[in-house]
């Protein structure tokens, strides 16, 4: 009996770990949202070589510290509220952060918006 409480105990917080939201800027993000962003870029390309495009490999060089992730190949595609970039228009200024592979772990998101350097990218709060 005891093994079952801990065994549901483990399941709950794995449960509620897989919930997140973000907050970049104005904009705010729902877990439906990231989900759908993670789900369109790694549709459109599971392994994205090219830094052109989305969804593209992201370097990392301003040292991000991503919540759920501690290290692997990061990929960025464009966040959007609603429904997900369609790669027609603006990207705009937010992204979601996922890893290379078909678990499609979800790291956090960023944006341009107040990064320091053109280009550049700041951890949006995580909810």
């Known amino acids: 009996m005891k093994l079952l409480s801990v065994?549901?105990?483990?399941?709950?917080?794995?449960v509620s770990a897989d919930s997140h939201s973000c907050v970049c800027g104005k904009a705010s993000y729902n877990n439906q949202e990231?989900?759908?962003?993670?789900?369109k870029g790694y549709s459109l390309n599971p392994n994205p070589t090219s830094p052109r495009g989305y969804p593209h490999k992201f370097n990392n060089r301003e040292n991000?510290?991503?919540?759920?992730?501690?290290?692997?190949?990061?990929?960025?595609?464009?966040?959007?509220?609603?429904?997900p970039f369609?790669?027609?228009?603006?990207?705009?200024?937010?992204?979601?952060?996922?890893?290379?592979?078909p678990q499609k772990t979800f790291?956090?998101?960023?944006?341009?918006?107040?990064?320091?350097?053109?280009?550049?990218?700041?951890?949006?709060a995580n909810q």
């Open 7 to 14: 065994l549901l105990a483990a399941f709950v917080v794995a």
């Open 34 to 39: 990231i989900e759908a962003s993670v789900n």
């Open 64 to 83: 991000l510290a991503f919540p759920w992730c501690t290290g692997g190949t990061y990929i960025e595609y464009p966040l959007k509220t609603g429904a």
């Open 86 to 101: 369609s790669r027609s228009g603006s990207p705009g200024a937010d992204r979601v952060v996922y890893l290379l592979g």
């Open 107 to 124: 790291c956090g998101c960023m944006t341009h918006t107040g990064a320091s350097t053109r280009n550049g990218f700041v951890l949006c």
